[in-house]
């Protein structure tokens, strides 16, 4: 069992900046191929950036590239996504995901999930 908890979310301006950080419970956390999705109203949840539970490998999404930074800290069980430029669009409810595969990851098939963290970007 991996609980995932989120925090650092809020209300920034558009060009601003926010760190969202996942923390997590368990031992095997090092594990799990770990990542960040978000759903704005009305639309789909979606994948944002997916790192692997080594870290070598990560992906993000083609409209966030250059912009957001996915990492993470195995010692601290803690998975970071650094937003820089935000802009309104990025404006969601942010999850953390936990999961076993990393291509099962990008695409949604995750076994645990965090309650989520809001992002308001104004313009």
């Known amino acids: 069992q991996v609980q995932l908890v989120e925090s650092g979310g809020g209300l920034v301006q558009a060009g601003g900046s926010l760190r969202l950080s996942c923390a997590a419970s368990?031992?095997?956390?090092?594990?799990?191929?770990m990542g960040w999705f978000r759903q704005a109203p009305g639309k789909e949840r979606e994948p944002v950036a997916v790192i692997s539970w080594s870290g070598l490998s990560t992906y993000p999404k083609d409209s966030v590239k250059g912009r957001f930074t996915i990492s993470r800290d195995n010692a601290k069980n803690t998975v970071y996504l650094q937003m820089n430029s935000l802009k309104p669009e990025d404006t969601a409810v942010y999850y953390c995901a936990a999961g076993g595969g990393f291509r099962a990851v990008v695409a949604g098939t995750v076994a645990y999930w965090g309650q989520g963290t809001q992002v308001t970007v104004s313009s």
């Open positions: 368990g031992r095997t956390f090092s594990s799990y191929d």
